[in-house]
T-cell receptor, first 110, second 117 residues
Framework: KNEVEQSPQNLTAQEGEFITINCSYSVGISALHWLQQHPGGGIVSLFMLSSGKKKHGRLIATINIQEKHSSLHITASHPRDSAVYICAVYKETSGSRLTFGEGTQLTVNP | GAVVSQHPSWVICKSGTSVKIECRSLDFQATTMFWYRQFPKQSLMLMATSNEGSKATYEQGVEKDKFLINHASLTLSTLTVTSAHPEDSSFYIC?????????????FGDGTRLSIL
């Protein structure tokens, strides 16, 4: 079993829909990253959080440390949001190394 | 936000050639840089961690003599794939982290797609 699991693995939505991607982890962490990998391969760090909630534009990330769970929400989704979204954690025992989830492939159709 | 520049973005070369990939932090000092390899449809696999001015720490199974990493300054790290062979073809991506705390955010480059003929 992976230490970081994401669901769903694949997600197809219509433009304008509200999207949620989930991340569960089974280890103690100091922080969690949400990353976006574009079709060309480049990776953008969307959020790093260790508690509560963060918002940037149409993106919202939440984390519940007690439940070991984080969610990434996209409001009013757009075709340009199509990408792979990756959850990655800093394990308490691994210093600066990130442990990655398998990613969620999001496709938003016009 | 912080910008990491990776160059080149795409390389095609003959078997036996050595290929150098550069990773630069443009607007911050990168105390630590990370090199990853990614196969199609798979997650990122950490190859090595480098701290400025010291030798890189390689992950188990990664050949040090094959993948040479240099982190000579706080803004530049290089990965050299020596005597590359077709099995080295992959997507390589770097990230950089500033500061001294282990959970500082990592900022990623756009990656290098390496094809060895």
């Amino acid at each position: 079993k992976n230490e970081v699991e994401q669901s769903p693995q694949n997600l197809t939505a219509q433009e304008g829909e509200f999207i949620t991607i989930n991340c569960s982890y089974s280890v103690g962490i100091s922080a969690l990253h949400w990353l976006q990998q574009h079709p060309g391969g480049g990776i953008v760090s969307l959020f790093m959080l260790s508690s509560g909630k963060k918002k940037h534009g149409r993106l919202i990330a939440t984390i519940n440390i007690q439940e070991k769970h984080s969610s990434l929400h996209i409001t009013a989704s757009h075709p340009r949001d199509s990408a792979v979204y990756i959850c990655a954690v800093y394990k308490e025992t691994s210093g600066s190394r990130l442990t990655f989830g398998e990613g969620t492939q999001l496709t938003v159709n016009p | 936000g912080a910008v990491v520049s990776q160059h080149p973005s795409w390389v095609i070369c003959k078997s036996g050639t050595s290929v150098k990939i550069e990773c630069r932090s443009l607007d911050f000092q990168a105390t630590t840089m990370f090199w990853y390899r990614q196969f199609p449809k798979q997650s990122l696999m950490l190859m090595a961690t480098s701290n400025e001015g010291s030798k890189a720490t390689y992950e188990q199974g990664v050949e040090k003599d094959k993948f040479l990493i240099n982190h000579a300054s706080l803004t530049l790290s290089t990965l050299t794939v020596t005597s590359a062979h077709p099995e080295d073809s992959s997507f390589y991506i770097c990230s950089a982290r500033g500061g001294s705390y282990s959970n500082q955010p990592q900022h990623f480059g756009d990656g290098t797609r390496l094809s060895i003929l």
